[in-house]
């Protein structure tokens, strides 16, 4: 199969925020190629990590690990559900799953990004947050 990465849309991973706590998120996807799949799962771990810290970091992805190859991963809309096993200074590790599957662990680094909250990330939160 040729995957198309000129199409890449990582705006399109998460459809919405199901719910969000202090311990977990859970989001759910449209039916996405497993590319985007994957950068659902990191988002929604950033998106968590920002979430606790009131949106005043940057998030990103540094390692993916224990992550099982499942065919057509993504074919059909997704429920992520991550919990936060650990968090420190410099970011914080999830365990994710998919469908109420093992899926795998997530690290998320952090850097602190200004005073008052990241606008864009802060509004996107409330937007998916909002969808039914």
Avoid: W
Avoid at 21 to 42: H, K
Avoid at 78 to 88: E, H, N, V
């Amino acid at each position: 199969m040729d995957l198309d990465f000129c199409a890449f849309d990582p705006s399109r991973a998460l459809e919405s925020i199901l719910s969000c706590d202090a311990r977990q998120i859970v989001t759910r996807t449209n039916s996405l190629p497993p590319y985007l799949a994957l950068e659902a799962m990191a988002q929604t771990c950033g998106m968590h990590l920002r979430y606790l810290h009131d949106f005043r970091i940057q998030a990103y992805l540094v390692s993916v690990a224990d992550l099982l190859y499942a065919p057509g991963l993504g074919a059909k809309p997704l429920t992520i559900r991550a919990d936060i096993t650990a968090r420190t200074k410099a970011g914080a590790s999830y365990a994710v799953t998919v469908d109420d599957g093992p899926a795998c662990r997530i690290l998320i680094g952090m850097n602190a990004a200004s005073d008052s909250p990241d606008t864009f990330f802060q509004s996107r939160f409330a937007c998916l947050s909002t969808i039914s």
